[in-house]
């Protein structure tokens, strides 16, 4: 999905070096509960390390993560990109990861994506060039992904039960005389101690010291519950999407979304209802609404993640000021990081599909191990890509 060139344009740069390994036996926090949070437990917890997740909810997948259920739909464009060959190989490991978990988690289901305008159709038309069938193939006016499917959120929940702690606000993060990371709350009071510390609290990021440069956008959903009216196991997604018949704490119902609004009201609409229902690509007929959820998510201003060791922010801007000059040839020192201090935020609207494979890459990273996914992916994701960007003005 790129070109050698490209590659060759972006690996190897000293303020996107990795540091190093963590010794086997340390101890992490991860920091959030929602899916960026388990995909990272699991995978921690399988390399060997000793892993706790705290949350300020009482239970985890509280936030957007926690709708009943969640759609595995990739990002896919017409052309070579660093974030076109990122999207593919997140999707696919996202399938292989759920199926793992077992059938009471992943449920395959083949997706439909039917064009909005014939501006839409031409350009299914050229995406079909740039994968393979089992990925997608356009159908009339619609493209097919045969190897979909989809997650139910609650049935993760059991995965992280004896290392979860809830209920616990950390406000704070100091380093105690044993160089270890001490984490506090509101009344400066100690919760734990750990190693490492991985934020996967994308709403709360800025709200650290070692992390107050990171401001993610935040967009407010809601979804609706509407009562069964088709049979087939199919995910249907145009300018919204309507999932299959799950089971729900309103009964037997499709899920249809999800609205983006800037500004959080938690109360549930009969408006944002109706959106969803006018941007279904099942025609509903008289649909009954049985209820509705609204939640929150994060992004970035590039659209991806941010995965990866967290930047000294005033250290990158006096290590690298030379970039401001174009002195890009010139020799650099290594990244400097907050030690063993770790993000992986940023989602968006995928958040299921970005999940697993950022999981396992930071495990790779505290493990010593091998990306999971080309260095030029590694920089696309790196925290600190917009303190670069800023200082070489790109």
């Known amino acids: 999905m790129f070109s050698k060139s490209m590659n060759d344009k972006m690996t190897n740069k000293p303020w996107f070096k990795i540091p190093p390994a963590l010794n086997e036996k340390s101890s992490i926090v991860i920091i959030g509960a929602g899916i960026a949070g388990i995909c990272c437990y699991i995978h921690l917890k399988k390399a060997g390390f000793k892993v706790t997740i705290i949350d300020k909810n009482d239970f985890p997948l509280s936030q957007a993560s926690g709708n009943p259920v969640a759609i595995l739909e ?49 350009r299914f038309s050229r995406i079909t060039h740039y994968y ?40 704070e ?15 400066g009071n100690k919760i734990l101690e750990a190693d490492a510390i991985i934020f996967t609290n994308a709403a709360d990021i800025s709200n650290f010291k070692q992390t107050q440069t990171f401001s993610l956008k935040q967009l407010y959903g809601q979804i609706t519950y509407v009562a069964p009216a088709f049979t087939e196991n199919h995910i249907l997604v145009s300018d919204g999407y309507v999932s ?20 959080f009201n938690p109360t549930i609409t009969a408006k944002a209802h109706a959106e969803n229902i006018s941007n279904s690509p099942y025609q509903f007929k008289n649909p009954k ?77 505290l493990n010593g191990d091998n990306p999971p996914f080309n260095n030029v992916i590694c920089n696309a994701l790196h925290p600190a890509r917009f303190i670069i960007r800023m200082l070489s003005k790109k």
């Open 74 to 122: 990739p990002s896919v464009s017409a052309g070579e990109s660093v974030e076109g060959s990122y999207f593919l190989d997140a999707y696919q490991y996202a399938l292989r990861f759920y199926a793992s978990l077992g059938e009471n988690i992943f449920h395959p289901s083949i997706l439909f994506k039917s064009a909005k305008n014939s501006e839409e159709l031409d």
């Open 173 to 187: 993060i100091i380093k105690n005389s044993a160089n270890e990371w001490m984490l506090l709350n509101h009344s």
């Open 244 to 263: 299959p018949v799950i089971n729900t704490e309103f009964g037997s119902a499709h899920i249809c979304g999800a609205t983006f609004e800037k500004g």
């Open 132 to 171: 393979q069938e089992n990925i997608l193939y356009k159908q009339e006016n619609r493209l097919i992904f045969p190897s979909g499917g989809y997650v139910i959120p609650s049935a993760l929940r059991k995965l992280i039960d004896s290392d979860f702690i809830g209920g616990q606000t950390v406000t």
């Open 289 to 365: 609404i049985m209820g509705g959820r609204k939640a929150g998510r994060a992004m970035s201003s590039d659209h991806l993640p941010l995965c990866g060791p967290v930047p000294d922010y005033d250290l990158y801007m006096s290590e690298y000021e030379a970039l401001r000059h174009g002195s890009r040839y010139k020799k650099y020192n290594d990244a400097p990081y907050h030690n063993n201090l770790f993000m992986n935020v940023g989602y968006g609207s995928r958040g299921f599909v970005h999940a697993p494979i950022l999981g396992k890459y930071l495990a790779n990273i």
